[in-house]
């Protein structure tokens, strides 16, 4: 009993550093933090049944690497991809219409909570493109191995030999599924180059967006939308593209339901977040939505909001205000 607790103990010691980078390791393989923390429990579990037989041919981060990427690979088989609604059709023509739900469940991707990655502004920044939402959603549209490679190779850098080793192929194997993957991801996340809103610039944006939704303006709205914006809330299938009508939903349906609350700010993903509460029949005001911002120098370009209030206790919010 007393050996078992000490192997537990170094197990721990050695390991626990790796859990939050394979954390986001598994967000962006399975495209949901709950997915992503179960997967890590199991890693470890499996890390930790098999850590007698770690012989340290590689790295321990290495070694926990390659088990988790294969638990990845075995839910991706099981449950799929995990889209948002612009992966599945183009934008809708009436703003003023019904929003349509799919004809079935579909598992959305869903946000990464900063808190989750840690505290350290740091770690936040170094993870921020490999987990940003448009880049998360792009990699959903990949087959699970060609997302393996490209994860391990353009976001964690490993060398091609490196990924042929833990997925048991050549590294010509390896070398070629990440070019198809780049390709693809080239047409699904073209990444143009924009400029970044500098601090007050983005302090003044997120301001703004928060007193237009607190005082339901659309108006005010529209003013720090970039023309081209878009507006996506999984999970309906339903989204709009371009300031104007984004800006005549809300002002139709969109703040009826959270428009005159306060937000709460919050984070995923690497990008500003806020959390909308509805009113409720008692008076009140329940859980509603997270709504992740994408933002330049030219205003917001994308709201992408997760019309999902089991998602607030992973945010750390209160359901009810």
């Known amino acids: 009993m007393v050996q078992t607790l000490v192997d537990a103990e170094e197990f ?6 790796h859990r939050r980078e394979l954390l986001a390791h598994c967000y962006r393989m399975l495209g949901s933090a709950h997915d992503a923390e179960d997967a890590v429990q199991d890693a470890y579990l499996r890390a930790w049944r098999a850590f007698d037989r770690f012989e340290g041919r590689s790295s321990l981060r290495t070694w926990l690497y390659r088990i988790a990427t294969h638990v990845c690979l075995r839910a991706i088989e099981r449950r799929g991809r995990r889209p948002l609604p612009a992966g599945l059709g183009g934008p809708s023509a009436d ?12 598992p959305w991707l869903q946000p990464l909570p900063d808190a ?17 939402l448009a880049f998360t959603a792009a990699l959903q549209h990949l087959p699970a191995r060609q997302r ?18 833990l997925l048991g192929t050549t590294t010509a194997a390896a070398n070629s599924s990440l070019q198809r993957a780049r390709a693809r991801l080239a047409q699904l996340d073209p990444a143009e180059p924009v400029r970044e809103p500098t601090d007050p610039e983005r302090r003044e944006l997120l301001d703004r967006f928060v007193a237009a939704f607190e005082h339901s303006d659309a108006d005010a709205l529209t003013r720090i939308l970039r023309a081209d914006a878009a507006l996506e809330m999984p999970p309906f299938t339903t989204w709009f593209s371009g300031a104007d009508a984004i800006a005549r939903f809300m002002r139709a349906q969109g ?9 709460l700010r919050t984070a995923a993903n690497g990008q500003p977040a806020f959390a909308s509460y509805e009113r409720a029949a008692d008076g009140g005001r329940r859980a509603h939505g997270i709504h992740v911002l994408t933002l330049t120098g030219a205003g917001i370009t994308r709201i992408t909001s997760f019309l999902d209030p089991t998602l607030f206790p992973r945010f750390g919010l209160p359901r009810h205000l």
Do not use: H, K, N, Q
């Open 12 to 17: 721990t010691r050695l390991t626990d550093p």
């Open 148 to 165: 393996a490679v490209l994860i391990l190779r353009d976001v964690l850098d490993w060398r091609a030999a490196e990924v042929a080793d």
């Open 95 to 106: 703003p003023e219409g019904p929003l349509e739900s799919p004809p079935a469940e579909v």
């Open 255 to 263: 703040f009826a339901a959270c428009g005159g609350a306060p937000m």
């Open 116 to 132: 989750l990655l840690g505290g350290d502004p740091a770690e936040i920044a170094a993870s921020r493109e490999g987990t940003r």
